[in-house]
């Protein structure tokens, strides 16, 4: 799977921990950075990751900031992501069968790198549960869109 990755200065370490071991699993990667820890503001990196997304220049997006959470909010702006915040293994696993996650979202000031890894290979390889019920709420979600533009 082609996926794009992309950090702030807070998530930079656990990014440059986590592209070598999805490299290793056989994806293939396009890095938007950051690379250090000069201070940048995450929707810097959050947009050109869902931008890649949308366009189908790559199938999925990881983002990682302090938090998770300005990453999160920042890639919920673009038509046509859906981006989770996770920090469990459990939400990884469901956000992709429920919600057809295109983005993960997460932190490196609250996870490890040991979990961060396991939460991204279910999230990669958890397919889309396809549920008609699934499927009509994120319809609604999607619509939300279409109202608003
Ligand atoms: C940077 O200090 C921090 O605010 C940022 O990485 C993120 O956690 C914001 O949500």
Same mark, same amino acid.
């Given at each position: ?13 656990l990014k ?14 396009v890095d938007? %950075?950051?690379?250090? *820890?000069? +201070? ?5 990196? $959050?947009?050109?990751? =869902?931008?890649? &997304? ?11 900031? %302090?938090?998770?959470? *300005?990453? +999160? ?5 673009? $038509?046509?992501?859906? =981006?989770?915040? &996770? ?63």
């Open positions: 799977m082609k996926i794009a990755i992309g950090a702030d200065h807070a998530g930079y370490r440059d921990e986590i592209a070598p071991f999805l490299l290793s699993l056989g994806h293939e990667l938007v %950075g950051c690379s250090c *820890g000069d +201070s940048v503001d995450y929707p810097d990196y $959050a947009v050109p990751v =869902c931008d890649k &997304v949308v366009s189908g220049e790559v199938e999925r997006g990881i983002l990682i900031c %302090g938090t998770g959470i *300005g990453m +999160s909010i920042a890639a919920n702006k673009t $038509a046509g992501i859906r =981006c989770a915040l &996770v920090h469990d293994m459990f939400s990884a696993k469901a956000t992709r069968e429920h919600n057809n996650t295109n983005v993960l979202a997460m932190g490196e000031r609250v996870i490890g790198p040991g979990l961060a890894q396991e939460i991204v290979k279910i999230w990669i390889e958890t397919p889309f549960s396809e549920g008609e019920r699934h499927k009509n709420r994120i319809h609604k979600v999607m619509a939300i869109e279409a109202h608003q533009s």
